[in-house]
Nanobody
Framework: VQLQASGGGLVRPGDSLRLSCAAS????????KGWFRQAPGKEREFVAA????????WYEDSAKGRFTISRDNAKNTVYLQMNSLKPDDTAVYYC???????????????????WGQGTLVTVSS
């Protein structure tokens, strides 16, 4: 199983980015899909997740109203649309898939089975 994350870059405060995570060789719909991020010197933290069916989404408080997680089953791809970016959003962003993730463990990185390699987002003026 491979998860390939892409879409990061250097942007200015207030700009937008869309991250993508393409999955190979797995049954896409069986997995809860999440995005985490890790800023320099900090622990990896939860950003957003989407349920197996796509009908439910969850967000870390600072992402609510600015970020949107979505998925395209036909392309085996999950997205993170990030708007109104702030310098505090600077981090390496990781996608993660978990077959057995339950709601109470959405924010627990150890609950996820597969991880992408990370894509760097830098927000700076």
């Amino acid at each position: 199983v491979q998860l390939q994350a892409s879409g990061g870059g250097l942007v200015r405060p207030g700009d937008s980015l869309r991250l993508s995570c393409a999955a190979s060789t797995l049954t896409f719909s069986r997995y809860v899909k999440g995005w985490f991020r890790q800023a320099p010197g900090k622990e990896r933290e939860f950003v957003a997740a989407i349920s197996r069916s796509g009908s439910n989404t969850w967000y870390e408080d600072s992402a609510k109203g600015r970020f949107t997680i979505s998925r395209d089953n036909a392309k085996n791809t999950v997205y993170l649309q990030m708007n109104s970016l702030k310098p505090d959003d600077t981090a390496v962003y990781y996608c993660a898939f978990g077959a057995g993730v339950i709601i109470s463990a959405l924010r627990d990185a150890s609950a996820y089975d597969y991880w992408g390699q990370g894509t760097l987002v830098t927000v700076s003026s």
